[in-house]
């Protein structure tokens, strides 16, 4: 991996080591399977199992995800804006088939 020297320019490496420290692992303790969505019968002693994440994207997902939850409702709706743009660009039949009319102007 080492080979190709990258590492070697002072501001390559740099770069790397800072996206090395952004995207660090991190240790924790998950539930897997049916004791993860809450069917399993282990009442209140689920085994867990170790899991290392990535911070940084880990921290992304979470991010991502609450927008989804607030905002991102509207952009996820269908028909979404992309759907709308595909509509527009095919004309106006297949607008028509969505369930709600909002879009039909
Ligand atoms: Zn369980
Ligand atoms: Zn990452």
């Known amino acids: 991996m080492s ?5 070697k320019i ?3 490496r740099a770069a790397l080591e800072a996206i090395q420290e952004l995207h660090k692992p991190v240790e924790t303790q998950v539930l897997t399977g ?3 969505v809450g069917e399993c019968e282990h009442e209140d002693d689920c085994p867990t199992v170790d899991f290392v994440y990535c911070a940084a994207c880990n921290e992304i997902a979470e ?3 609450a927008y989804y939850a607030e905002e ?3 952009i996820v709706s269908h028909p979404c804006p992309t ?5 527009q660009g095919l004309g106006d039949n297949l607008a ?4 709600n009319g ?3 102007d």
């Open 3 to 7: 080979e190709n020297g990258l590492h």
């Open 10 to 12: 002072p501001a390559m």
């Open 34 to 36: 049916d004791c993860a």
């Open 63 to 65: 991010l991502a995800n």
């Open 72 to 74: 991102g409702m509207q």
């Open 83 to 87: 759907r709308r743009l595909a509509d």
């Open 96 to 99: 028509r088939t969505t369930k």
């Open 102 to 104: 909002e879009n039909n």
